[in-house]
């Protein structure tokens, strides 16, 4: 059992040193801890990546109204026998096209509207959570003085 204590030993020293939400610095007053809480905690990375995820969503319902370029291109080759003599037939085709949505019912600015709800509603919930640790962290500190 001592041999596996020793060997796992360095291992959790390698996984201390490349993962800094580990490692615990000196935190010596309220705002750092708040700090270092709001830069590790979970609920307030999974509501930054929410908002994140809402900011991209609104610009890819935005690039609906840019035109789109389609490029396709195929080449063929057949060979066969006609008339006891031997065919080779080749074939070329290259297609483009360009689509540009004039009008879709407002269908798009409906979309876009949504996700800027829930954008706001995403950045609502990081300011509430942020709140939330904030007070947690502040409640602690204070037991412990």
């Known amino acids: ?34 700090e270092f809480a709001l830069a590790t905690d979970p609920q307030v990375l999974s509501a930054q990546a929410l908002e994140a995820a809402a900011e991209i969503k609104i610009k890819q319902f935005r690039s609906r109204y840019f035109p789109t370029l389609q490029v396709q291109s195929s080449q063929g080759m057949s060979e066969e026998e006609e008339f006891n003599f031997p065919l080779n037939r080749r074939s070329r085709q290259t297609n483009v096209g360009l689509n540009w949505n004039l009008y879709n019912g407002g269908a798009d600015r409906a979309e876009i509207r949504a996700a800027e709800f829930e954008l706001n509603a995403a950045r609502l919930e990081l300011a509430k959570v942020r709140q939330e640790i904030g007070k947690r962290i502040s409640d602690a500190w204070l037991e412990l003085l």
């Open 1 to 34: 059992m001592r041999i596996l204590g020793i060997l796992f030993l360095p291992l959790s020293f390698f996984a201390l040193a490349q993962n800094p939400a580990i490692t615990l610095p000196s935190i010596s007053t309220l705002p750092k801890a708040v």
